[in-house]
C-alpha cells in the first residue's frame, strides 16, 4: 500500500477530487493547510498598509491505495492539479506498513 | 445462552414501538417492567436483610415514569442510618445489572438528600421526580416531610442552580433551536427543556399547571419523546442526536406520518421552539428573584431604560403593556430600542406582541408604506437583535410575508449546521460583531464594513439572500431575488434600494464560487471579479456578504484559511477596478442613440456601472447646457446629504477649484468623482453634508452656491483667498485618528499614474490634496475620494506633461502629499 499525500492550490481541489473520482478513488482526507515552498510569500500592499504574507493557503489530499494503483493516482492528482505556475505544489509518495478499519478491524487493502 | 426475561420484554417493546410509534405508551410500559424487576430484586436481596431503616426511591426519568428505552434506571436507596458497604447491597445492584438493566443507584440518609451539592446539582434535581418502591414506608414518610421543608428553604438556591445550569447548556449548543442535526434531548428546546419548565413551575410556591409533561402531553412532548424513543432503539444506546441518517431512517418506519425530511423538521422545529419559549418564560421569571429590592430598582432605572422600555437583567420589558394598543408606532419602537441596544425581549414582551399579530395583520395588508420604519431598525447597530426578536414574535412574517417560507426551513447539506432563518440571522450578527474582532483579518473586514457606510442594502441582501431556497434549493437566488422584490415592493421601498439589493443577492454566491474554482493571482480571475462586482462599492458589499454568510454556515464557518483566501480575492478585484478606472474607457457605443454614444465615448467603463441611462441623459442635457455657457450646475437635496453635479470644460485645476469651494462655502465633502470624455468636457459630481443646514434653511443660498461653483469652474475666483477666511476644523478624538498614507504605482495604467491616498479626513483635504498635484504640474485624469467616518480614501490617475510620473517626480510628490493630508496645527 502507498500513501499520496499531494499539497495544491486550494483553486484546484474540485478539480483533483473530480479526477480521483473518474478513475475510482473515493476516500480522501483533505485538510486546509499554509505553506510555501519555492514560491515564497509576498508582500501585499492594501490602503496605504503593507501585509507580509508569509505561508499560502494550500489544501492537502491524503489518500492509501494499493501499490499496483499508485501510479495511477499521481497521474490523475498531476493532470488536473496543474496549471504550470510556481505554487501548484507537489505530490509524496510514502510506503505504507499497515491499515486497520476501527469499525471491523479489516486488515491491509480490505480496509482501504 | 436464552436471553433474560427483561431482555425479551425489551424486544417485544421495541418492536411495538417500531410499528405504532407510541412513544408514551412505551415509556410506561418500560417503566413497569423495569419497577417489576426492581422490587423483585429488592425482596429477595435487601428486604431480609433490612426489615426497616432502609427504603427505594425510583428517581428522575424512572420517577417520572417515563424511562425511554437506554436511558439508566435510577434509583435512591433511602438509609435512616450511614450505610457501610454491603452484601446484600452489591447482591441487589449485580441483580439488576443480570438483568439487563443499566442501574444507576445512590445511598443517602434523608439528611444526605436535603443538601444541595454545588458540584453535582443534578441530584438535587433528579429528587423533585421521585417515587416511592419499596422498604420502609415510615422512612420514605420522613424523607418526604424533609424534602418539603428543604425544598420551601432552599427553593431559591435549587432554582438558580438549574437556571445556571440550562444557560450552560444552551450556550453549549449556541442557544440555537433551529440546528439542522439537533440532540433532542439537551439542545435548546430538546426534552430537557420540557423537564426544566417542569421543575421550575414545581419550584413556585403555588404552582400555575402547564400542558408539556407525561401528565399533560402537549404536542412538544409528544414528539420530542417519539424521535428519542426511536434514537435509542436505531443506535441500541442512549444517542439523542436526529442526525440527517436518522432522519431518513424515521421517514421509512410505519408510524411516521411526514411525506419528507423537510416536513419532519419542521415539525420539530415547531415542538422545539414550544419546549424553549416555556422554559425561557420560567428562567426568566426566576432570574428575577431574591435579587434585593434596591438592585430590581436599579435595573428598572437602568441607564439604557425610558420612559417606555426598561432593560433588566439584559432583557427589555415593556413598562406601560396598554400602550400598544394606544400608539401602533409604539410597536416599532421597541424593535427600535432592541436594534439600538442589542438586548433581546423578555418571553413576557414577546407575549405581548403576540397578542398584538392578528391586529397587525389586518392592518399591513391594506398596504400601508412600512418602508420607514423598517428602514430606521436597518441602520441601527445591532439591528440583528430587532430582526430577532420581530422574527421570534411572527411580526417579521406579517410585515415580510415571504419570510415565512423560511420558517424553520432545514437545508440537507453536511456543511450547514442551522435552517435558513437562523442561518440568515446568524448571518447579520456576524456582521454586526466585525467591529469588537480582534484577529487581524478580521480587524479588516470591519475596516471594510465601515467604509461600506449604510449598511441597510447589505443587510437586506443578507435578509433575503437564502429565502430562494424555499422554492428550489439548488438554484435558489433568482427566486430570493423575486422575493426580495416583491416584498420590499410591497412596503413600499425605494425602486434603487430594491435594485441595489437584488444586485447584491444575485452575486451573492460569486466570491465563494470564485475561492473554490479560480486563481486569485490569475488575471482572469481578478477581470472576472471586476466584471461581476462591477465597482470598488459593491466589490467590498460583496465580500462583507460572503463573509457573513459563510460565518452563519456552522460556528467555525469563515476559517482564518477561508478568510485568507477571500481577502486575497478582495485584493484582486480592488486592485483591477482601480486599473480600469483609468484603463477602461468607454467606446462609441452603437447601442445608444449617437449623442449619449458621443458624451459616454472616453469615460471610464465605471461610469455606466454606476449610472443608469436616464442619469446619463441627465449628464448628457448638463453637458449641453455646459457647451452654450460653458459651465453648467445641478444642486439637489438627497435624504442625508446634498449632491451637486457640474460638467464644464476640462482645465488643470478644476477638480481643485470645485473642491475648494465647496470647503469655503462651509460644506463636507463626503464623496467625489471626475473624469472627462474624449470632447474634452469634464464631468465632475461631488456628494456633501450640510452641517449649518444653511441652505436647507435659506433657499437663497442655493443659487449663492451654484453661482460660486460656477464661477471657482470658470476660474473666476480666487478659491484659496476664501479658504484663507475659514476657521481651522477641530480634530477628531485621539482614536478615531488615522496615519496618512500614500502609494504610487505605474503598473496600474500605460498612460498614467495611480496615487492612492488614506488621510484622517478634515474639511478642505480634498482640495489641498488636488491642489498639490495641481501645483506640482500634474493633470488629474480621474479622480475618486470617498470619506468613511474619519477616514478620507482617495484615488488619483494623474500624468505630468502627458506622461507617468518618473521616479524623482513620485518621491518628491509623496512628502508633499503627506504634509497635505496633516491638519494644520492651530495658530
Redesign the interface.
Known sequence: MKKIEAII???K??EVKEALKGIGIDGMTVT???GHGRQKGHR??????EYQ?DLL?KVKIEMVVPEARADEVVRAVLASAH?G?I?DGKIFVLEVAEAIRIRNQDRGEAAL | MAKPPYETEREQLRRRFLSDGDAAGALAERSRQAERIVREAWSEHLAPAFPSGLCLAAVGGFGRRELFPHSDVDILLVSAQPLESSGALAAFVGSLWDQGLRASHAVRTPAECCRLDPQRPESGVSLLDRRYLAGDPELYARLEGALARWLRAERLELARSLCRGARARHARFGNAVHQLEPDVKESPGGLRDLHLARWLERLEEAPAREPGSPDDPAPAWSLLSRLRCFLHYRAGRDDNRLSFEAQEELLEQDFAPWRDAGELMRDYYRSAREAWRRALGRLEAWEGRGSPLWIQFRAWRARVSNAEFSAARALVWVKAPAQFERDPEALWRLFEFTGRHGLPLARETERRVEALLPGLRTAWSRGEPLWPPLARILALPRASQALRAMHQTGVLKALLPEWGEADCLPIRDYHHRYTVDEHTLRSLEALEELPCAADPLRRRLAGLLEEAGDPTALRLALLFHDLGKARALEEHTPHSVKMAAAALGRIQAPGEVIEHVGRLIERHLDLSRLMHTRDPEDPATARRLAERGETLERLRELTLLTYADSSAVHPGGLSAWRGEQLWRLYLAGVRQLTRELETERLPRLAAHPPPLAAFLEGLPARYLRTHSEKAAEADLRLCRRALERGVAVELEPRESYWSVRLAAHDRPGLAAALAGALTAFGLNILRAEAYSNRQGMALESFAFEDPHRALELNPSEVERLKALLERAALGRTDVARLLANRPPPGRPSRRARVEPAVSFDSEASPAATLIEIVAEDRPGLLYELAQTLTAAGCNLEVLLADTRGHRALDVFYVTAEGRKLTPARQAALREKLLAACRPPTAP
Open positions: 492550490q486550494p483553486f481541489l474540485e486546509e493547510v499554509r501585499e500592499i492594501y490602503r496605504g498598509q504574507v493557503p496549471t505556475k505554487g
